[in-house]
């Protein structure tokens, strides 16, 4: 298929662009396969480039032959475009509607962009499970890495290399994954270096009503414990919720199957539920009533900080249980691709240092969400402006970019990387030039050979310039479990990405930077001191002969 | 001080877990002082009796007596007791000892602070109001002293030195204060001198349903006469329009815009002092909640209407600095008595018209004119004598609250902190220092105030560093001297570190406040390291490149900052609490294992899960009957099949 077929007028003239907190701007439209294009065709006016992939969902209306095109994109921006010819307003509506509705992966922008920019630490070859499983072959030889799944047969959201214990062996391993949720069989998804307990997530067992068993998945996660020890399974689902799936062939496990872990039931929500959260957040934040009373109960009947609250809950009891309690976690939901990496990547955060440094955040990404198999491709179709009825969208990830914000406002010191580090993630798993978020598994990346036609994220944002402007100037690395609060006075409203578009924020970044000012003036002053000793006690030395006679 | 009574082994229990901490209990004349006995960690809290609003003994429970006592500045501390009689002793001492009779037995009278006469003196004259005034270009050619309340014989609840337009005769001021609820009749509190436009301030006028009162009319004939920028003058009535309307009924009203000529009437709908108390109760009730969820937080923070207040204030504030600096007009404001949403709202305009009371010194100066001069009741308001229940209200918490929200919206533009708005705050209740005893400026004067107590804001500005913003930017104030906030709803946020400040686990475990103060410390320490290596350098014939030339330095010390502000610590000595700060390095506040015997109580608490309130982990496996499903809760694990 030609883009051309779909863009019936690639260019309108006399266009005026209006953007909240920003001068409004006229000039000439241009669609693109790709790309939404204003320009003014002046010096110094900032040009609009929009990704089709970014827009939401678009409204138009018209006054006399004055066409108006409301765009509302999944970064939560909405821009109006006035287009003058109620024809062209029809065509580059309709243009922008098939556009940015493209069902295809490989007619995305990332199969047609080309970096600018040389390539020089490639992405796709920074996080494999290889070099983690070196890292933990370092503390432990209790796990093997399996290759059970190499043709992604066994479990198609896993990927093909998979941490498992030593002692459980490639048959056992299928025989768990035919009794676990599509196929997701309990793997290693933390090593806690301080006690040696560890945190694994799976997909609910296939029980049923009827209380099927499977030897080899209870033999496969009793492997995890040390003799004598107990551990807790972390059901993210209510046991109600629970109950309910065993009717549908899914289940939890039963304590006699499993009489060495115990069972705790959290309330975590299911994706479509989430979907509908977000929506009213946004509807929340858009409104220009200026009414308090009408603010405050339309953000709690959001509910989107009481599913905050929840996840981060849900995470910091994950944590309890390995640092304080000394014991080992499993951690499923339904379908282990949501709410259980919710909570085993937040977990790491609270108890791993090495999660809160940039590199250390990407692997975390990578391990606990794009080759854990979370479905971004499903997940992120669309945002908080979709109107049709809502398929598999989730601000799944988003929620977990917001609980890691709070951890974030609560230990500003403790992290590398800043909130814009946060929000640019949250805007490239929605839209991006980037193949990274692509997909919903590995084994769909591997046969998109994102790896050989793509640019990975990673490339682009670990390039120096770019790292600039999402480092904390406050980070000084702290090496302990970091426990956030998570009492509702503690938790905040992101008004970063939520009410971005929303408010001016000069006075905020100005603040900001001031404050990276004063620290980076401190840094000067210290290396100057150090300069100035250095010198001093080689003067003295050389001196020291002299004087000495 | 003179002890009245010791209890040892006193259960201090924690507000939102089920911990609890071990300890002795001391009544002295002055303070209830709280000392733990781990030797150790040994934490103290000591709780001036002026702060406790109400002492409540539950019923005896098997571990003994237990003692809730709620104070003014939020804190909320419940013993529990051994021995009933003793708890009964406490119980009624406190009683007694925190309802004083006369102002003779306000803490203030025997605070002493080991300074001389002279010190005291100079303390109580860093603040000048009539300095302040010529700040602002008054007297001038259109507004001049008057004397005739010199006596306070026109009105008793203004100060001596008012400001009126010159045309404005002695027979009109009489006349027109005879109308006016109180003898309050208007004068000038703030004078924008680069549209000569003026912000006068009065009570209600005793219009009933149509009496009308030529002085009066005059009165404001002449304000508006004093603006020669305007035809006309904003009458802002700030309160609702229902509760002007019966006042009507009562011989009072409101300006009736037929009578007056050039005035433009204005209702604002801030709610009465009786609303905004009963407000407050509510939102500390939602806050004060255990296990509180999201939904009980948000419905129960709507349900208080706080920040719906809040956001009136801010709103009439950013209606008069609007016409005052956009329109040019000059404004006169009045509620029923004029002394509490009129000073909300004179005070917080001027605070967005002019830099300078957005800083340390210029704040106090805004306090001292708006509210204590003026008359704002804080004996009555604040609770410090004589108690009437129905005269309470947190009109002055929330004009503090409104500068914090203007903080949150403009980091650089104070040139403080909230630490100083929360420690001001402490002191309007604490009655240790004299500014804000008594209901006026006459009721002071016959105090003696001057002669026997001390000045806060001597004692703040001694300690000014603590208070200080460190982004804060005098050049963002010159090109941007009038603030403009939005008012969008969602720029309102609950404000956690004043109604929860001594709920440490909930407070961010690492400051970037303090963060940066903490820098700024270090830079000058760095700055003088630098100049001492030169010197020495120079000995030695090497010259050295001058620093970095393009950060300015700023001259600022810091002494360790007070522990009483968020952390909710008692007052040490300074060298206690150089030692304690000494102890504490940045990161460690989240250090989850620190054994007890390390490090103060503030490197351990709020850092360990169970405080957090994910739950508690029960015990051991094993019991026989052990149920399946274990449930956590905030803080308490509850075991559910």
């Known amino acids: ?549 | 001080h003179t002890h009245i009574y010791t209890v040892e082994q006193v259960k201090l229990l924690d507000r939102f877990s089920n911990k609890s901490v071990t300890g002795t209990l001391h009544l002295t004349a002055t303070h209830l002082i709280f000392v733990e006995s781990n030797s150790t960690s040994a934490q103290e809290i000591w709780i001036l009796h002026h702060h406790i609003a109400s002492v409540e003994k539950l019923s005896l429970t098997t571990s003994g007596c237990p003692l809730l006592i709620q104070c003014r500045n939020f804190r909320l501390v419940h013993f529990v007791i051994p021995r009933e009689r003793d708890c009964h002793d406490i119980y009624s001492s406190l009683l007694r000892l925190l309802r004083p009779v006369s102002y003779d037995e306000l803490y203030a009278f025997s605070y002493n602070p080991k300074q001389n006469d002279q010190e005291r003196e100079e303390g109580w004259q860093l603040i000048d109001l009539a300095a302040e005034f010529e700040r602002m270009g008054v007297p001038c050619d259109q507004w001049q002293l008057t004397d005739v309340n010199r006596e306070y014989k026109v009105c008793k609840t203004y100060p001596r030195d008012l400001y009126v337009p010159i045309t404005a005769s002695k027979p009109i001021i009489v006349g027109s204060s005879k109308f006016r609820s109180k003898g309050r009749f208007p004068v000038l509190t703030y004078f924008y001198q680069e549209k000569k436009a003026a912000v006068c301030r009065c009570s209600q006028p005793l219009s009933g349903f149509s009496a009308r009162c030529l002085e009066d009319e005059h009165m404001l004939q002449a304000i508006s006469k004093a603006n020669h920028n305007s035809r006309y003058i904003y009458v802002m009535d700030t309160r609702p329009k229902l509760n002007a309307l019966a006042n009507r009924a009562a011989g009072k009203g409101y300006e009736n815009e037929d009578n007056y000529s050039n005035i433009r009437f204005q209702f604002v709908g801030i709610e009465n002092i009786h609303v905004m108390r009963g407000s407050l109760q509510k939102l500390l009730e939602v806050v004060g909640t255990r296990s509180l969820s999201m939904t009980d937080y948000l419905v129960g923070l709507e349900n208080s209407g706080w920040l719906r207040h809040i956001k009136a204030i801010m709103d009439a504030a950013i209606f008069l600095a609007k016409a005052v600096t956009v329109e040019g007009a000059s404004v006169l404001v009045h509620c029923s008595d004029g002394w509490d949403r009129t000073a909300q709202v004179c005070a917080l305009g001027s605070l967005l018209m002019d830099p300078y009371y957005r800083t340390i010194k210029g704040f106090m100066v805004l306090i001292e004119k708006d509210w204590i001069s003026f008359g704002h009741k804080f004996a009555d308001r604040c609770d410090q004598l004589d108690p009437d229940p129905k005269e309470v209200s947190p009109i002055f918490t929330q004009f503090l609250e409104c500068v914090w929200q203007l903080t949150e919206q403009f980091p650089q533009a104070f040139e403080f902190s909230e630490w100083f708005l929360i420690q001001i705050h402490e002191h309007v209740h604490s009655c240790q220092f004299g500014n804000f005893l008594g209901n006026s400026q006459r009721q002071r004067e016959d105090l003696q105030l001057k002669e026997r107590t001390y000045s806060l804001w001597a004692h703040l500005l001694s300690e000014k560093q603590n208070y200080l913003n460190p982004l804060f930017s005098p050049s963002v104030a010159e090109s941007h001297p009038v603030l403009e906030p939005s008012t969008q709803a969602y720029h309102f946020k609950f404000w956690r570190n004043m109604y929860n400040q001594y709920d440490r686990s909930m407070h961010p475990r690492q400051s970037i406040l303090k963060h940066v103060l903490t820098l700024q410390e270090s830079k000058r320490e760095l700055e003088g390291t630098v100049q001492a290596l030169k010197t020495k350098l120079q000995k030695f014939g090497v010259s050295t490149s001058p620093l970095k030339p393009q950060t300015p330095p700023r001259e600022r010390s810091l002494p360790p900052r007070p522990q009483s502000l968020i952390l909710g610590a008692p007052l040490l000595s300074r060298k206690e609490v150089q030692q304690e700060e000494d102890k504490e390095v940045f990161g460690e506040e989240a250090r989850e294992d620190a054994p007890a015997s390390t490090g103060g109580e503030r490197t351990v608490e709020g850092s360990s899960a169970t405080e957090n309130g994910y739950g508690e982990l029960m015990g051991s496996f094993g019991s026989k009957n052990e149920p399946g499903v274990v449930t956590l809760e905030f803080g308490v694990a509850r075991m559910t099949c």
């Open chain 1, 1 to 549: 298929m030609e883009f051309a077929e779909l863009i019936k007028t690639p260019r309108v003239d006399g266009v005026v662009l209006h953007r909240p907190f920003m001068p409004t701007v006229e000039g000439t439209l241009c669609l693109t396969g790709h790309h939404l294009i204003l320009s003014s065709r002046q010096d110094n006016t900032e040009e609009l480039w929009l990704l089709h992939a970014n827009i939401d969902s678009t409204e138009k209306r018209f006054v006399g032959s004055l066409g108006t095109i409301i765009v509302k994109c999944k970064d939560l921006r909405v821009i109006q475009l006035d287009i003058p010819g109620m024809e062209e307003c029809l065509n580059i509506a309709s243009s922008i509607e098939a556009l940015s509705t493209l069902d295809s992966v490989s007619l995305m922008y990332p199969f047609f962009y080309r970096p600018l920019f040389e390539v020089i630490e490639d992405g796709w070859q920074l996080f494999v499970p290889e070099e983690a499983f070196k890292d933990l072959e370092s503390m432990t030889d209790e796990w093997r890495l399996s290759e059970v799944n190499k043709d992604f047969s066994v479990c198609p959201s896993y990927p093909s290399l998979l941490t498992v214990p030593k002692d459980i062996d490639d048959e056992s391993l299928c025989k768990a994954a035919s009794f676990r949720h599509g196929g997701r069989f309990p793997v290693l998804s933390y090593y806690h270096k301080k006690n040696g307990m560890v945190m694994m997530r799976a997909a609910q067992p296939l029980t049923g009503t009827n209380g099927r068993r499977c030897k080899e998945d209870e033999k496969l996660i009793n492997a995890t414990l040390c003799a004598g020890k107990r551990g807790y399974i972390i059901d993210t689902r209510t046991i109600a919720v629970a109950q309910q799936a065993k009717a549908r062939g899914g289940g939890f496990e039963q304590e006699a199957n499993y009489p060495q872990w115990r069972r705790i039931h959290k309330a975590i929500e299911r994706s479509n539920v989430l979907q509908e959260s977000l929506i009213k957040l946004v509807e929340a934040c858009n409104d220009q009533s200026h009414s308090m009373d009408r603010w405050l109960s339309k953000l709690e009947a959001s509910n989107w900080q009481s599913n905050v609250k929840e996840i981060l809950t849900t995470a910091c009891l994950a944590a309890q249980c390995i640092d304080r309690e000394g014991a080992s976690v499993l951690v499923h939901g339904t379908e282990g691709t949501d709410s259980t990496l919710q909570v085993t990547s937040l977990a790491q955060i609270i108890l791993d240092p090495a999660c809160r440094t940039i590199r250390g955040f990407e692997a975390l990404i990578e391990r606990e969400w794009l080759q854990a198999g979370h479905p971004f491709h499903q997940r992120c179709a669309q945002s908080a402006y979709s109107n049709g009825k809502p398929r598999s969208e989730a601000p799944v990830f988003l929620l977990f970019l917001d609980c890691v914000w709070q951890i974030l406002r609560q230990f500003p010191c403790s992290f590398q990387f800043n909130e814009n580090f946060l929000i640019m993630l949250f805007e490239h798993a929605y839209a991006s030039q980037f193949s990274t978020f692509l997909g919903n598994s590995v084994a769909e990346r591997v046969k998109l050979l994102l790896s050989q036609k793509t640019v990975s994220l990673w490339s682009w944002v670990n390039r120096p310039q770019e790292l600039e402007r999402f480092l904390n100037p406050l980070y000084e690395p702290n090496n302990l479990v970091i426990w956030p609060s998570v009492a509702p006075q503690s938790l905040l409203l992101w008004e970063g990405v939520f009410l971005r578009w929303n408010r001016s924020t000069k006075c905020l970044d100005e603040a900001y930077q001031e404050m990276a000012h004063i620290i980076e003036y401190n840094k000067e002053l210290q290396n100057k001191v150090n300069s100035l000793r250095r010198q001093l006690a080689q003067l003295e030395t050389e001196d020291s002969p002299l004087q000495t006679p």
